[in-house]
């Protein structure tokens, strides 16, 4: 299964772009790479997910390398609300979600 | 349309005792998924079940049992509770079990057991 490595922690202030990184460098070529968060004690929340070409919805956007060996979570203008940890998950084959330990994300006023 | 709801919402149980925390799943999503969250050992996969049928099991102890209705609904059984199955335990449903679908999460049953 491919492993996942993010920091454990970031800081953004708000109103600013928070971009959270990601490195998935034992990705395979159909494995696609996906972002959950997380607020305190509450079902993790779908945010974007990808292949090879870079994604967007109303959320995030989605950065993936060419080599698809590491990737960036991009919430354009982060708010207090956006306050959470962050998950970025390749998924394997048995269709089971491997959350590791995140990144805690802070968004300051 | 509704989401996935998990009840109930929190649970308190004695050591010995078993339980059984039910998940419906969005309305059309025919896999269930279940994971438990401690602080310890964050979240780990349980077990999934498509078409009534479990497909893929986590790493966790006989006494953690599931089961998938014709409806999709799931349960998960816990028998003999240890205080170590304290957790939020957490049920994500999916609108078919291929890759490129994303999961969607309830918020959870918060088991404490005493």
């Known amino acids: 299964d491919a492993k996942t490595t993010q920091p454990t922690s970031m800081d953004c202030a708000e109103g600013r772009a928070a971009n959270l990184p990601c490195n998935h460098s034992t990705i395979s070529g159909n494995e696609y790479v996906y972002w959950y968060r997380q607020i305190h004690s509450q079902g993790p929340q779908y945010i974007i997910h990808?292949?090879?070409n870079n994604e967007t919805n109303e959320m995030a956007s989605l950065i993936i390398t060419e080599d698809r060996k590491s990737s960036t979570l991009i919430l354009p203008h982060a708010t207090l609300r956006d306050t959470a940890v962050y998950y970025c998950?390749?998924?394997?084959?048995?269709?089971?979600?491997?959350f590791g330990k995140g990144t805690s994300l802070l968004v300051t006023p | 349309k509704a989401g996935v709801t998990q009840t109930p919402r929190y649970l308190i149980k004695t050591r010995g005792q078993q339980v059984t925390l039910s998940c419906s799943p969005i309305s059309g999503h025919r896999s269930v998924s279940w994971y438990q969250q401690t602080p310890g050992q964050g979240l780990q996969f349980l077990f999934e079940?498509?078409?009534?049928?479990?497909?893929n099991k986590g790493n966790f102890p006989g006494r953690f049992s599931g089961r998938q209705f014709s409806n999709s609904r799931s349960e998960m059984n816990v028998s003999t509770l240890e205080l170590g199955d304290s957790a939020l335990y957490l049920c994500a449903s999916r609108r078919t079990r291929v890759t490129n679908t994303e999961a969607f999460f309830g918020q959870g049953t918060r088991l404490t057991v005493v």
């Open positions: 990808g292949l090879k």
């Open positions: 998950i390749v998924e394997d084959s048995g269709y089971a979600l491997n």
């Open positions: 079940y498509f078409s009534e049928t479990q497909r």
